[in-house]
Nanobody
Framework: QVQLVESGGGLVQAGGSLRLSCTAS????????MGWFRQPPGKEREFVAA????????TYADSVKGRFTISRDTAKNTVYLQMNSLKPEDTAVYYC????????????????WGQGTQVTVSS
């Protein structure tokens, strides 16, 4: 099973930008579709974005469409989430997920998960 570690979270003002990284370690011979999820304070985990194994297909939650961009660097075993025009409602713990299929990356259960990284957007 692959281990995932997120980084890049922090505190940013509304309208600012952050880039999250998720690096895979351990058994990485197989490249998995990857997804980003988040859990705002007091709320349940929700889907943010996903990317196929090849990186040529992506999908986004409506709430982040046009503001967030998911990408990956297979050589570095890393997936990124570029977050622009951040809003206070983007405040959450962000989690990276690897799953067996592209469709499964949009689900809040199953797969392998990272430990999460905190993103706080101030008004």
């Amino acid at each position: 099973q692959v281990q995932l570690v997120e980084s890049g979270g922090g505190l940013v003002q509304a309208g600012g930008s952050l880039r999250l990284s998720c690096t895979a370690s351990g058994r990485t011979s197989r490249i998995y579709p990857m997804g980003w999820f988040r859990q705002p304070p007091g709320k349940e985990r929700e889907f943010v974005a996903a990317i196929s194994w090849s990186g040529d297909a992506t999908t986004y939650a409506d709430s982040v469409k046009g503001r967030f961009t998911i990408s990956r660097d297979t050589a570095k075993n890393t997936v990124y989430l570029q977050m622009n025009s951040l809003k206070p409602e983007d405040t959450a713990v962000y989690y990276c997920k690897a799953d067996l299929t592209y469709a499964s990356t949009t689900k809040t259960t199953g797969g392998s998960w990272g430990q999460g990284t905190q993103v706080t957007v101030s008004s």
